[in-house]
């Protein structure tokens, strides 16, 4: 339903008035916040959530937008979270610390914040993960600023917090822009011996270092070649049991859980072909006696 904008006013205690909007996020794009949720009352709709778009909507001197008309508003916990994450009203370090406050004194999973809040499960699990895999200072860098949401997320992909370090640096400068961070980030974990500025020259000046990486793609293979069965089993399982250690988002747990029990069903279906055959060649030995 569109409203006339001069009849909307921001309800009393909403986040808006208790915090002052983080200058590094007035800009921030937020394109899956859901419709301003009103109330009316005697002298027009007060605004309970969507006040960015309603902020950007004065803005840009439009009439009238388009709301959700509410006769009660529960759970205005969830709501003023949702509120201070699209109107940029902390700092992303601050933000993340609220989604786990949050869920854990509501004993709730990402995937139920984000049906309360409307922020998609994938930002929640990002913001979440930046406080236990980013560096403390680098973590600073973002909240001043200095380093984008974007590049911050894929930094904390690196276990290493020196590296990271080292990694932020072009980015924090201004030297390198944001828009290189997925291919540099990749770039290292498939040749992590190569130094940092060779990636980075291969990203942005197209300089190929796929010489070294096909050589120790031949030596893998060659290495792999000479491993028993049960030598690659046991290498297998080394990686499937790292799996526990990694952090794995609940909007991608059903898939892993998934692809396990195919892999549980494989597993059974191969030593039930071994001890059966085991079986019939002890037998066929017996009668041959």
């Known amino acids: 339903m569109k409203i006339e904008i001069n009849e909307i006013k921001i309800q009393p205690n909403h986040p808006i008035f208790k915090y002052e909007p983080v200058k590094s996020l007035m800009n921030k794009r937020n394109s899956s916040q859901q419709k301003p949720v009103l109330i009316k009352d005697n ?125 932020a640096k072009p980015f924090i400068s201004g030297d390198i822009s944001s828009v290189y961070v997925e291919k540099i980030i990749g770039k290292i974990k498939k040749n992590p011996k190569a130094s940092l500025e060779k990636i980075i020259n291969s990203v942005i000046n197209g300089k190929d270092i796929a010489s070294t990486k096909k050589h120790e793609e031949v030596i893998f293979k060659e290495e792999e070649k000479n491993l028993s069965i049960e030598e690659k089993i046991l290498h297998f399982a080394i990686e499937l049991d790292s799996v526990k250690k990694d952090e794995i988002p609940e909007y991608r747990r059903l898939r892993v859980i998934s692809t396990l029990k195919i892999l549980d069903s494989k597993i059974k279906s191969t030593l039930n072909h071994m001890n059966s055959t085991f079986a019939e060649n002890t037998k066929v030995l017996s009668n041959s006696k």
């Open 43 to 167: 002298e027009g709709y007060l605004l309970y959530s969507g006040e960015k778009i309603y902020r950007n909507s004065k803005s840009k001197n439009k009439s009238k937008i388009e709301c959700n008309i509410k006769e009660v508003i529960e759970d205005i916990e969830s709501i003023n979270l949702s509120e201070i994450y699209f109107s940029g009203l902390k700092s992303p370090s601050e933000i993340a610390k609220d989604f786990i406050k949050f869920r854990n004194a509501n004993n709730i999973s990402q995937q139920e914040l984000s049906r309360r809040t409307g922020i998609t499960p994938g930002t929640i699990h990002h913001y979440e993960s930046l406080i236990k895999k980013l560096s403390p200072k680098l973590l600073g860098s973002l909240d001043e600023g200095k380093l984008t949401f974007k590049e911050a997320r894929c930094i904390a992909d690196i276990d290493d917090f020196e590296k990271q370090i080292e990694i």
